[in-house]
């Protein structure tokens, strides 16, 4: 198994520019996330999904787009980025949405000038 | 709002020495997970405790819960230069779609 796959694993664009993150988990999990990752921060949650064609805003959503069409694949869209969302992204999967342990991806470091 | 909060902030020990971790959090939770991020890398999950459980042990890996203070603790034994990495508590309640919430971290630096 892959696990948890994320492309790009960096990203530069210009303020403005949009883009999709990828993600996806081969581990038929119903469960999926999105966070940021900020010096200082810890985690912060942006968008989740229980399931294929559902999803819920989580603590930072704004700015942010996603959609799940199947339950492989959970992409997080940057409408027009902006430098407040220059950070380090990471997709999780999980079970189900009873609190199990995450897997995680290796991340996308993302700078926007 | 973060959840968890993390003491110490940051950690450095010879290798060979116990390291212990802190985590308090505000809210009533189903279970507390703790996880590694390596630099550069993804978070990855080391041990679970559920809400009615005391105690833990996973390896050299020691958690505790104290749900009346709302607190954890993280010990690692032994620790070895390869434990040297960030540690994060996260919070789970189950009624809230499966999210964590996580705690700033603590980053551990077990020197040879």
């Known amino acids: 198994n892959a696990g948890v796959t994320q492309t790009p694993k960096f990203q530069v664009l210009k303020t403005g520019q949009s883009m999709t993150l990828q993600c996806a988990q081969d581990?038929?999990?119903?469960?999926m996330s999105w966070y940021r990752q900020d010096p200082g921060m810890g985690l912060r949650l942006i968008h989740y999904?229980?399931?294929?064609?559902?999803?819920d805003q989580g603590e930072v959503p704004n700015g942010y787009n996603v959609s799940r069409s199947t339950t492989e694949d959970f992409p997080l869209r940057l409408l027009s980025a902006a430098p407040s969302q220059t950070s380090v992204y990471f997709c999780?999967?999980?079970?189900?949405?009873?609190?199990?342990?995450?897997?995680f991806g290796p991340g996308t470091r993302l700078t926007v000038t | 709002s973060q959840q968890g909060e993390e003491d110490p902030q940051a950690l450095s020990i010879q290798e060979g020495e116990n390291a212990t971790m802190n985590c308090s959090y505000k809210?009533?939770?189903?279970?507390l997970q703790w996880y590694r991020q390596n630099s550069g890398r993804g978070l990855v999950h080391l041990i679970l405790?559920?809400?009615?459980?005391r105690e833990k042990h996973s390896g050299r890996l020691r958690v505790t819960l104290d749900t009346s203070k709302k607190s954890s603790s993280l010990l690692i034994t032994a620790s070895r230069a390869a434990d040297t990495a960030s540690y994060f508590c996260?919070?789970?309640?189950?009624?809230?779609?499966?999210?964590?919430?996580f705690g700033q971290g603590t980053e551990l630096s077990v020197k040879p």
């Open positions: 999780a999967s999980s079970y189900t949405d009873r609190g199990h342990e995450q897997y």
């Open positions: 581990m038929n999990h119903e469960y």
């Open positions: 999904s229980v399931g294929a064609g559902i999803t």
């Open positions: 809210t009533s939770i189903n279970n």
């Open positions: 405790i559920r809400s009615n459980e």
């Open positions: 996260a919070t789970a309640v189950y009624n809230q779609g499966g999210k964590l919430i």
